[in-house]
């Protein structure tokens, strides 16, 4: 099983700052299916980025996915309000399919 | 638009039985994998399982192997999760998604499972 570390767990800024959210894994994510989701309370999982930095039809270009083998990297350029939340990495590649704890972003 | 939609969860004492639905509805089922996943009180998220599109692959995460079962059919634009000898550990809100290969791309609302005495 491959186990994926997200870090920090948690990550207090203000709106208009930049966010790095690291995931890294246990052993390389097999030809990067390595994907990022969005949740807010009480609602879905939204999936962001796919393939470790295709972004999906709709999510705004501030959101940006890199890395490869096993550390992945999720960026937001500047926060906007709507973007604090809990951020999940997952790998897709391996069954079984796993997903990070989590990195909440936070008001600062 | 897609939709899912779950329902049959609820409370259930511990050893107890569940059988969650999902409906589908603007988009042909019969043509995407399909994946349950929950997400236990503040806990992360934990796949579950995974089925393919005519139901003859079937992918389990170990802890429910034994014990759950990924059904689906297509002609009632439908998925199911079977959950039998229900543990206190299985408590969390259970999403279906409708899945690009394996990945869970769309998701539903979820429905809430409580496994208590």
């Known amino acids: 099983e491959i186990v994926l570390t997200q870090s920090p767990g948690t990550l207090s800024l203000s709106p208009g700052e930049r966010a790095t959210l690291s995931c890294r894994a246990s052993?390389?994510?097999?030809?990067?299916?390595l994907a990022w989701y969005q949740q807010k309370p009480g609602q879905s999982p939204r999936l962001l980025i796919y393939?470790?930095?295709s972004r999906t039809t709709g999510i705004p270009d501030r959101f940006s996915g890199s890395g490869s083998g096993t550390d992945f990297t999720l960026t937001i350029s500047r926060l906007e309000p709507e973007d604090f939340a809990v951020y999940f990495c997952q790998q897709y590649g391996n069954s079984p399919l796993t997903f990070g704890g989590g990195t909440k972003v936070e008001t600062k | 638009e897609v939709q899912l939609v779950e329902s049959g969860g609820g409370l259930v004492q511990p050893g107890g039985s569940l059988r969650l639905s999902c409906a589908a509805s603007g988009f042909t089922l019969s043509g995407y994998w399909m994946s349950w996943v929950r997400r236990a009180p503040g806990r992360g998220l934990e796949w579950v399982a995974n089925?393919?599109?005519?139901?003859?692959?079937?992918h389990y995460v170990d802890s429910v192997k034994g014990r759950f079962v990924i059904s689906r059919d297509n002609a009632k634009n439908s998925l199911y999760l079977q959950m039998n000898s229900l543990r206190a550990e299985d408590t969390a809100v259970y999403f279906c998604?409708?899945?690009?290969?394996?990945?869970?791309?769309?998701w539903g609302q979820g429905t809430l499972v409580t496994v208590s005495s």
């Open positions: 998604a409708r899945s690009s290969g394996w990945l869970p791309a769309y």
């Open positions: 052993q390389s994510v097999n030809d990067n299916y």
């Open positions: 089925i393919n599109q005519d139901g003859s692959e079937k």
């Open positions: 393939g470790a930095s």
